[in-house]
C-alpha cells in the first residue's frame, strides 16, 4: 500500500478538479480500451467503441499511450482550471520542441516497451507540424468515437465523486 503523507501547507494548495479534464480522460480510456485487463465494467464502453476507431489515428495513440509504463507527461499538461477539448488540445499541440523530445526519448526507452517505436514519432519528437497536427487530429477523432457520447456521464461521476469527497472533509471522516 502507499501511503502520501500530506502537510498543513500541502493541504492548503490542494485543489480538487470539478470537471473532468478531456486530456486525462482521452489517456486512461485508451488505455483501458487497448489494454488487456479485464475490467468487466469497461466491457460495454469497449465493445461500443474498438469498432469506431480508425487504425491510423488508434496507431498514433497506441504508439504514446502504451496500457502499462510511462505515457508522455506533454500529453496531460495543467490546463490551469480550463478543461475545454479545444483549449486542452491546443495546449499539447503547443509543446516545446524540448519537451516533446525529452518525453519521447523517455516513451521510446521504456523497460516495458515491447514494439520499436513508430517513424511517426521521431517527427512529433521534433515538433514538426505535420506530426503535431496529425496528433491533434487523433486526439479530436478519439474523443469524437469514444468519449463525446458518454461525456455528460463522466461529468456527472466527477461531480458526484468531487460531492462525496467534500461531504468526507466537513465530516471529518478523511482517516481510514
Not at 490542494?14 to 487497448?34: C, H
Request: proline letters at 8%.
Amino acid at each position: 500500500m502507499l501511503r502520501v503523507h500530506f502537510t498543513a501547507g500541502n493541504i492548503a494548495r490542494l485543489r480538487v478538479a470539478v470537471t473532468p479534464d478531456p486530456l486525462w480522460e482521452i489517456a486512461n480510456s485508451f488505455q483501458i480500451l487497448i489494454g488487456k485487463d479485464s475490467l468487466l465494467v469497461f466491457d460495454q464502453w469497449r465493445s461500443r467503441v474498438r469498432p469506431r476507431l480508425i487504425r491510423d489515428s488508434a496507431a498514433l495513440l497506441t504508439a504514446l499511450l502504451p496500457p502499462r509504463g510511462y505515457s508522455p507527461d506533454f500529453l496531460t499538461p495543467d490546463l490551469g482550471g480550463c478543461p475545454d477539448l479545444e483549449s486542452a488540445v491546443d495546449t499539447v499541440l503547443r509543446t516545446s520542441k524540448t519537451t516533446l523530445r525529452g518525453d519521447l526519448t523517455r516513451l521510446v526507452a521504456s523497460p516495458v516497451r515491447q514494439k520499436p517505436p513508430p517513424t511517426g514519432l521521431r517527427a512529433l519528437a521534433g515538433g514538426e507540424p505535420e506530426a503535431l497536427h496529425d496528433l491533434g487530429t487523433a486526439l479530436h477523432g478519439y474523443y469524437r468515437r469514444a468519449l463525446e457520447e458518454f461525456w455528460p456521464h463522466i461529468c456527472a461521476q466527477v461531480t458526484a465523486d468531487g460531492a462525496l469527497r467534500a461531504r468526507a472533509v466537513l465530516t471529518g471522516t478523511l482517516h481510514g
